[in-house]
T-cell receptor
Framework: GQNIDQPTEMTATEGAIVQINCTYQ??????LFWYQQHAGEAPTFLSY????GLEEKGRFSSFLSRSKGYSYLLLKELQMKDSASYLC????????????FGTGTRLTVIP | EAEVAQSPRYKITEKSQAVAFWCDPI?????LYWYRQILGQGPELLVQ????????DSQLPKDRFSAERLKGVDSTLKIQPAELGDSAMYLC?????????????FGPGTRLLVL
């Protein structure tokens, strides 16, 4: 089976740094994705990790440890527009290479 | 910038009625996915197409849901009859392949409310 855990909600202050954690237990692993989803909108791609380590992309960074089944998304210099849900998704290693999503972490950025 | 198109954006229907959703993936993307996202949860895969062929429909409630991608381009997802529990966001996504590293790009979704 697939099990992906994320905190349900987080609150952080504008200009600060926030780390959103994701732990997973899946049958096979072929990469981990982070998506941002504003309320009522479609998920948009943020980052992809398949090897251990940190991937940096502007204000956003994502880290992966395959041995620990663990990833985090780091958001720096928070802006009000970063208030959204952040979805962790793991791609299995079956033939269809499907994505399994966590329930998402709702981040609220306050002034 | 190429986008995944979906229509309608919103649909309200009564239970036992039939509904259909349409998706046009990014040009050249061979793989198309339909997801269902219940409020407060992550998307769950319903069906995956590679060109016109179904790759995975193991989570599709086949007694009431059907999906097709006849020419390997756009796709239609149908529910007949709709039930109250089908109220959700239906998301279409596409990717250029399935080797494992292609990113899935999502359309704006169709929000379905069944009364």
């Amino acid at each position: 089976g697939q099990n992906i855990d994320q905190p349900t909600e987080m609150t952080a202050t504008e200009g600060a740094i926030v780390q959103i954690n994701c732990t997973y237990q899946t049958s096979g692993f072929n990469g981990l994705f982070w998506y941002q989803q504003h309320a009522g909108e479609a998920p948009t791609f943020l980052s992809y990790n398949v090897l251990d380590g940190l991937e940096e992309k502007g204000r956003f960074s994502s880290f992966l440890s395959r041995s620990k089944g663990y990833s985090y998304l780091l958001l720096k210099e928070l802006q009000m527009k970063d208030s959204a849900s952040y979805l962790c998704a793991v791609r299995g290693s079956g033939g269809a290479n499907n994505l399994f999503f966590g329930t998402g972490t709702r981040l609220t950025v306050i002034p | 910038e190429a986008e995944v198109a979906q229509s309608p954006r919103y649909k309200i229907t009564e239970k036992s009625q039939a509904v259909a959703f349409w998706c046009d993936p990014i040009s050249g993307h061979a793989t198309l996915y339909w997801y269902r996202q219940i409020l407060g949860q992550g998307p769950e895969l319903l069906v995956q197409f590679q060109d016109e062929s179904v790759v995975d429909d193991s989570q599709l409630p086949k007694d009431r849901f059907s999906a097709e991608r006849l020419k390997g381009v756009d796709s239609t997802l149908k529910i007949q009859p709709a039930e109250l529990g089908d109220s959700a966001m239906y998301l279409c996504a596409s990717s250029s392949g399935t080797s494992g590293q292609e990113t899935q790009y999502f359309g704006p979704g169709t929000r379905l409310l069944v009364l």
